[in-house]
């Protein structure tokens, strides 16, 4: 994660609401934009500093910790 600036990983999020582990995110690391997506949606391999992706259950349970990627 080179150049990528603050916080980068969020296990303490783990088993938490995926909406507030999002606003909890963007509160702990302004320079990204924290995206709620449920487990098993395709997504693109690109890597980005300015993202993170919520893993969330079908009840929006965080399921793994979200990292900047």
Same mark, same amino acid.
């Given at each position: 994660?080179?150049?990528?600036?603050?916080?980068?990983?969020?296990?303490?999020?783990?088993?938490?609401?995926?909406?507030?582990?999002?606003?909890?995110?963007?509160?702990?690391?302004?320079? =990204?934009?924290?995206?709620? $997506?449920?487990?098993? #949606? +395709?997504?693109? !391999?690109?890597?980005?500093?300015?993202?993170?992706?919520?893993? =969330?259950?079908?009840?929006? $349970?965080?399921?793994? #910790? +979200?990292?900047? !990627?």
């Amino acid at each position: 994660m080179s150049g990528c600036r603050g916080k980068n990983s969020w296990t303490e999020l783990v088993g938490k609401n995926g909406e507030d582990a999002a606003v909890k995110i963007e509160q702990e690391n302004p320079h =990204v934009h924290a995206i709620m $997506i449920l487990d098993g #949606t +395709p997504v693109t !391999g690109d890597f980005r500093c300015d993202r993170v992706r919520v893993v =969330v259950d079908c009840h929006e $349970i965080v399921l793994r #910790t +979200p990292t900047i !990627g």
